[in-house]
């Protein structure tokens, strides 16, 4: 019984110990998602810098770099739809689920009812 124990921590210690750390990293291997949301932000961010640099360069020809850009631009939207929407968590409510403040000016309306 004892040696079956031990054999059985042994195992399960070299496993652990063996096992890729996975500290850091967002994807497992049990996990669907198509790609870890921080490179699919670093493509998108790339793909945005190629663009940037194919238009600001004057020296290569529209008909040259207009496909390029156009490609980068749909690759961008097809990662930009695998991407979860963004979910802010606020520490005010917002300004719209406060009741409204009216504001009365007195002497306003005095002056403009005032009998002649």
């Not at 652990?16 to 493509?43: E, K, L, T």
């Not at 980068?72 to 991407?83: K, N, Q, V």
Request: proline letters at 9%.
């Amino acid at each position: 019984m004892m040696r079956r124990a031990f054999v059985s921590c042994a195992a399960l210690l070299l496993v652990c110990i063996g096992a890729p750390a996975m500290a850091g990293q967002c994807w497992h291997s049990w996990d669907a998602s198509p790609a870890c949301p921080r490179a699919v932000h670093y493509a998108i961010y790339e793909l945005e810098n190629r663009i940037a640099l194919l238009e600001a360069d004057p020296a290569v020809d529209d008909g040259y770099k207009a496909p390029i850009i156009t490609s980068a631009r749909a690759d961008i939207l097809r990662l930009r739809a695998t991407l979860f929407p963004a979910q802010w968590r606020w520490t005010t409510p917002c300004c719209y689920s406060r009741p409204p403040i009216y504001i009365r000016w007195a002497s306003h309306r005095r002056a403009a009812h005032r009998p002649r």
